[in-house]
Structures are given as structure tokens and as C-alpha cells.
Antibody, heavy 119, light 107 residues
């Protein structure tokens, strides 16, 4: 059974940093793209970042480029999102999602982890 | 960036009704479109990919159609468990973009 489970969310002050983790199981992690999608309170879905299988390429939304870094450790079946210079507008539930080998839709999603940026 | 315009933004329908949601892309995305359902307080769930392919395990009352810029999502007979918000997503180009969502509830 495919599972993805996020952790690492919490309350952080503006300008602070946080690292999210996503533990995956039930599939050959290294061969699939993985992504992060966020949802601000009461709002719709916003794509954040994606990394290809084996980490060869990474892509970011303009809203987080230069501040967030996506990475993966295929030996641990774990995806990460390092978030620096956090802003109030980064407050959201962050979902980890499994992509496909080639296509970038998401067939499995975690339950989400809440990041709150507030002073 | 490709803009995805979903309509309506909300709808109320009776059990057994046929429900239709549209999604329009700002440029040709071929058939690189997926549909998701998000129940309140839960993560999104994939229903349709490549515009018209039903994800494994998804009930056959859900269907999708379209290509190019205009897409349609249909629930043939609305059930109580179908309440929530539906989103389209294009994956033809980065950045990946979602429609604004359609909130469905029971009349």
C-alpha cells in the first residue's frame, strides 16, 4: 500500500526556517517524481515544488524560488522541503504528493502538515 | 504561466442529479489535465488523469472529457459522499497550476 507521511510543520516567526519531511513507502521511491503542494487557510491548492526521480531536476513556484529547497534521500525513501526566509503568506497546510515517472499529476497525497508563520 | 479557470465556483445539487464542472486552460494543454476531489479537512484525492482516464478504484459515475483548452468533469448521479471541493490541474507545463475549485454540496 502506497503511503506518504509528512512531518516537521509548526509555528515559526517571519524570517525563520523550517524543514519538512515526507516519509514514503509502498513503491519504488527513487523512480518517481515527488512534489509539494500547499493550501492556505480557506484557499485553493497551490503547487510549490517538484523533484524528478533520483533528484536530477528540481522546479519551484515563483513565490518560493530562492527561499525553498526541495531534496530527496532515496536511501531513506524520504522527501524534504527546506523553507528559509519564511513569510506570513507561507502559512498553509503543506502536502507531500507522489507523482508519476513522467507525468506530473499526483496520485497519492499525504495528510498534510500545517506551517504557521506568525510573530 | 497557464491559467486554469474553473466554473462554477460552487453548486448545490440533489442526490441522484447529474453534476458538470468545466475547466478552461489559457493555452492548449493537449490532454494533460487531472481532476481531484477534496473532502473537508482531508487531502485531495486523484479521480481523473490525462483528461478522461479514471484512476483505479474510482467509481464509474465520475468521468472527464475534453482536450486542448476546454475540459469537463461529470458526476452522473450525485451521492452524499461526493460533497467537497473539486480541482482541475494542468501538467503540460511548469509551473503546475490548479483551477480555483468548485465546491459541491447537497441541496
Amino acid at each position: 500500500e502506497v503511503q506518504v507521511l509528512e512531518s516537521g510543520g509548526g509555528l515559526v516567526q517571519p524570517g525563520g526556517s523550517l524543514r519538512l519531511s515526507c516519509a514514503a513507502s509502498g513503491f519504488t521511491f527513487s523512480t518517481y517524481a515527488m512534489g509539494w503542494v500547499r493550501q492556505a487557510p480557506g484557499k485553493g491548492l497551490e503547487w510549490v515544488s517538484v523533484i524528478s526521480g533520483s533528484g536530477g531536476s528540481t522546479h519551484y513556484a515563483d513565490s518560493v524560488k530562492g527561499r525553498f529547497t526541495i531534496s530527496r534521500d532515496d536511501s531513506k525513501n524520504t522527501l524534504y522541503l527546506q523553507m528559509n526566509s519564511l513569510r506570513v503568506e507561507d502559512t498553509a497546510i503543506y502536502y507531500c504528493a507522489k507523482g508519476l515517472r513522467i507525468s506530473l499529476y499526483f496520485d497519492y497525497w499525504g495528510q498534510g502538515t500545517l506551517v504557521t508563520v506568525s510573530s | 504561466d497557464i491559467q486554469m479557470t474553473q466554473s462554477p465556483s460552487s453548486l448545490s445539487a440533489s442526490i441522484g442529479d447529474r453534476v458538470t464542472i468545466t475547466c478552461q486552460a489559457s493555452q492548449d494543454i493537449t490532454n494533460y489535465l487531472s481532476w481531484y476531489h477534496q473532502k473537508p479537512g482531508k487531502a485531495p484525492k486523484l479521480l481523473i488523469f490525462d483528461a478522461s482516464n479514471l484512476e483505479t478504484g474510482v467509481p464509474s459515475r465520475f468521468s472527464g472529457s475534453g482536450s486542448g483548452t476546454d475540459f469537463t468533469f461529470t458526476i452522473s448521479s450525485l451521492q452524499p459522499e461526493d460533497i467537497g471541493t473539486y480541482y482541475c490541474q494542468q501538467y503540460d507545463n511548469l509551473p503546475l497550476t490548479f483551477g480555483g475549485g468548485t465546491k459541491v454540496d447537497i441541496k
